[in-house]
């Protein structure tokens, strides 16, 4: 079982920051893959950005150039930085884990943004 922590969402007016935090139970190493999924309210969850365990990254075209995903080994974390939020950003982020094979989710975090 791997528990996951998240940090970091809240209220940020358009063209701000945040950066969200996903504290791991388990060395990230034995990760397959760690990332960052949303949903927003009447859709989907989606893929935001993921990073695996060789370190290669991808990220939803609607983010791409705004957000950035990064490993923080010695937290056993990995963090999204996001900027120049857009409303259309507004969404619960949960962070997951590919621990061999199986996927964990964290409790989520709300992000959004409105003026």
């Keep these: 079982q791997v528990q996951l922590v998240e940090s970091g ?3 940020v007016q358009p063209g701000g ?4 935090s996903c ?3 388990t060395s990230i190493f ?3 893959e760690m990332g960052w999924y949303r949903q927003a309210p009447g859709k989907q969850r989606e893929l935001v950005a ?3 365990r060789i370190g290669s990254s991808i990220y939803a075209d609607s983010v791409q150039g705004r957000f950035t995903i990064s490993r923080d080994n010695f937290k056993n974390a990995v963090d999204l930085q996001m900027n120049s939020l857009e409303p259309e ?3 619960v982020y949960y ?3 590919d621990y061999r094979g199986t996927i964990f989710w964290g409790q989520g975090t709300q992000v959004t943004v409105s003026t």
Excluded at 17 to 20: A, D, E, N, T, Y
């Design 9 to 11: 969402g809240g209220l």
């Design 17 to 20: 920051s945040l950066r969200l």
């Design 23 to 25: 504290a791991a139970s």
């Design 30 to 32: 034995s990760f397959n």
């Design 50 to 52: 993921a990073i695996r």
């Design 89 to 91: 950003d507004t969404a």
């Design 95 to 97: 962070c997951h884990v």
